[in-house]
């Protein structure tokens, strides 16, 4: 069995459920509080909190764990990212009040005080600027911190900005761009035994399996039936993974029907262009998983 730590609660631990779920391992808890699940296959979920995945991954009480790049970089832990799983999206920015007439982190005074829940990543960054400040530790609620007067800038995660503003912030400087990982310890990319060998390979099939639910997301599959003696232009709309696949019909002749793995962002404007080069019964549809 390998465990893979999953955040218990949060904005990552709906999104890591789903992609299990989308790639088909589905997250079977015994009951909402469960903190254990078996994800079928040879895979078990540890729920846990996103902070402490980096923690058990390093130190081997789970084999792979999900969890934001922002916690990982924290952890200061030597952890291998297998995947950008690309959801959870934010950044660590560093922010003043309104009123202040800070813009950049350069214009921060010497001796600054800093509230973040984020210590040894603020840090870094203001070493990077060979800028002394004090840090004010924090363990959640860093927006407040300028307004009662135990700081005088903030390093927080930002995701819409909403939450800098409802608290009269202003964004200056980013510190570190996040979304959720699939991490391992080091060592589980450098099998040394035949168990460890194992492992590697369910490690690898298990990234495999995600990153083709990842890359699905993204794509839509087109079918279409269209005019023969159109198809060099339709080749142009659709250009598919290696050119669309062209079938014939059966009872056909003056058309064929072409099926295509297309971006979802520009599905809109395809199927437009096959409509006026005179396409008939297109059809789009949602890809599950995506192997190329
Ligand atoms: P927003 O108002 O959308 O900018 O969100 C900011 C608030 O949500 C802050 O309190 C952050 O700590 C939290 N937040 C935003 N994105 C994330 C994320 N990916 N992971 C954890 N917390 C986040």
């Known amino acids: 069995m390998l465990r893979i730590a999953l955040p218990n609660k949060g904005r990552l631990a709906d999104e890591a459920r789903d992609l299990f779920n989308d790639a088909g391992l589905e997250v079977r808890a015994r009951g909402d509080r469960a903190l254990t699940a078996s994800l079928g296959g040879e895979f078990q979920a540890l729920f846990v909190r996103a902070q402490d995945i980096p923690e058990f ?9 999900i969890t934001g790049w922002d916690l990982v970089a924290e952890s200061c832990r030597s952890l291998d990212v297998l995947l950008d799983l690309e959801f959870g999206r934010c950044r660590l ?35 990077g600027l060979e800028r002394r400040v004090e840090l004010v530790p924090v363990t959640g609620a860093a927006e407040i911190a300028p307004h009662i007067g135990i700081a005088d800038v903030i390093v927080d995660l930002v995701s819409t900005g909403s939450t800098l503003r409802v608290n009269g912030l202003r964004e200056i400087a980013t510190v570190l761009e996040s979304t959720a990982r699939l991490v391992v310890a080091q ?8 168990a460890d060998k194992a492992k ?16 699905a997301r993204g794509k839509r599959y ?11 232009e339709v080749r142009r709309v659709l250009p598919g993974l290696n050119g669309p696949t062209v079938v014939d019909i059966m009872n056909g002749g003056t058309f064929v029907a072409v099926h295509a793995v297309t971006p979802a962002t520009t599905i809109y404007r395809a199927v437009a262009e096959l409509k006026a080069l005179g396409a008939e019964g297109i059809l789009v549809t949602r890809i599950e998983r995506l192997m190329p």
């Open 200 to 215: 590697g390979r369910a490690l690898d099939e298990l990234s495999a399996a995600l990153e083709s639910v990842i890359r």
């Open 93 to 127: 920015a560093v922010a003043a009040t309104e009123e202040s007439r800070i813009a950049s982190a350069d214009q921060i005074p010497v001796g600054a005080r800093v509230a973040t829940s984020f210590p040894r990543l603020t840090r870094r960054f203001f070493d």
């Open 187 to 194: 060592t589980a990319g450098s099998p040394t035994h035949s």
């Open 57 to 65: 991954v390093a130190d081997g009480a789970a084999d792979a764990g």
């Open 222 to 232: 087109v079918m279409a039936n269209v005019p023969r003696a159109r198809l060099d």
